[in-house]
């Protein structure tokens, strides 16, 4: 019973912080002509994103189960 809608606007509003903070802080930290090489870095973050979609994914999934059964309450699955 997964709903994408939640997982992309958690990655939406993962993305809209990386794409405002980071550049910010990356023109701060690398003005001009030494931008460039920053690239690996924000691969790499592309990189960590990625790993953590099917995470995200089954998280998302256990609160919506929880909503269904709970009459509208969140329940937070407990970690094992």
Same mark, same amino acid.
């Given at each position: 019973?997964w709903? $994408?809608?939640?997982?992309?606007?958690? =990655?939406?509003?993962?993305?809209?912080? +990386? /794409?405002?903070? *980071?550049?910010?802080a990356?023109?701060?930290?690398? $003005?001009?002509?030494?931008?460039?090489? =920053?690239?690996?870095?924000?691969?790499? +973050? /592309?990189?960590? *994103?990625?790993r953590?979609?099917?995470?995200?994914?089954?998280?998302?999934?256990?609160?919506? =189960?929880?909503?269904?059964?709970?009459?509208?309450?969140?329940?937070?699955?407990?970690?094992?």
């Open positions: 019973m709903r $994408p809608l939640i997982l992309q606007h958690l =990655l939406l509003g993962i993305n809209a912080h +990386i /794409n405002l903070d *980071l550049g910010i990356a023109a701060q930290t690398s $003005p001009g002509d030494d931008l460039p090489d =920053l690239r690996n870095d924000f691969v790499e +973050i /592309n990189r960590v *994103l990625v953590q979609v099917d995470g995200i994914r089954e998280r998302s999934e256990n609160y919506l =189960l929880g909503l269904g059964s709970s009459g509208g309450s969140i329940q937070v699955p407990v970690e094992p």
